[in-house]
């Protein structure tokens, strides 16, 4: 197992605590790991999906997010609902160097705009890595937001 999977796996555990908790939103998880190899910062969706994951790991790592690689379970956002500010701006803004994202969200909100917007800030994404498992733990959900 990669470092990269090791710490996808986390990020994939804290999603599953949450399954069928979160409302009509997915369950995502997010680890935030510093250069040298420490979790700082972890989340899952809250109760009733919000907090997103991002949000949760991002406030308990802080300034120190800055220059770390942030594992997501599921592309982060590009537009919230509620018309706060997205999580691939809140992950931008912290200045994390990389995101590794488990699977591409196809709901409208995401839909490979979030990527796009890390990278246009220079943040380094890497995805798929642990894919199949995560999109087995929100089947459902993708197959809800892919249906016609």
Do not use: K
Not at 21 to 35: F, K, L, Q, Y
């Amino acid at each position: 197992m990669t470092t990269d999977e090791a710490f996808m796996r986390r990020a994939l555990d804290l999603a599953i605590a949450q399954a069928g908790r979160t409302g009509s939103n997915p369950s995502v998880g997010c680890v935030i790991v510093d250069p040298q190899g420490v979790v700082i910062g972890e989340g899952a969706t809250g109760d009733g999906g919000r907090p997103h994951a991002e949000e949760v790991a991002l406030l308990q790592a802080g300034e120190a997010a800055r220059g770390c690689t942030a594992y997501v379970t599921l592309e982060p956002c590009a537009q919230r609902s509620s018309g706060g500010v997205s999580c691939s701006e809140l992950l931008g803004g912290a200045r994390v160097a990389r995101v590794v994202v488990a699977n591409f969200d196809p709901h409208p909100f995401a839909a490979g705009v979030g990527i796009s917007r890390l990278r246009g800030v220079a943040v380094e994404v890497t995805l798929g890595v642990l894919e199949e498992e995560a999109a087995a733990h929100n089947a459902a959900w993708l197959a809800s937001v892919e249906a016609p």
